[in-house]
């Protein structure tokens, strides 16, 4: 069996890895791959910690956090598309829709 510290452990470095990707990257598409890496991350930890206390609530979770992002995933990736087709560009510093 493996110690739950691992879990932790893995799920921070990938946590860290996403926070990275939206830190670093300019690009619309990997910060949202990078955000659904930190929500994975998330996921990871309810589950390790769900599977150490012997309690389903954290896979609950998980299953509404997993939901959530697949409808955050649909919403965003039309917002891309439909920015790449105004703008022709997705990177994050050459999109202004915002500014007056």
Do not use: C, W
Not at 10 to 32: C, P, W, Y
Not at 47 to 53: D, K, N
């Amino acid at each position: 069996m493996v110690p739950v510290n691992y879990y932790l452990i893995v799920a921070a470095i990938l946590f860290a890895l996403g926070v990275l990707g939206v830190l670093i990257r300019r690009n619309a598409l990997i910060i949202f791959m990078s955000i659904e890496l930190m929500l994975n991350a998330v996921n990871l930890t309810f589950v390790a910690l769900a599977r150490h206390l012997h309690s389903i609530d954290g896979q609950i979770f998980v299953f509404f956090i997993m939901t959530v992002a697949a409808a955050e995933v649909a919403v965003g990736l039309a917002i891309i598309i439909s920015v790449f087709r105004l703008k022709g560009t997705i990177h994050v510093d050459e999109i202004n829709l915002l500014r007056g």
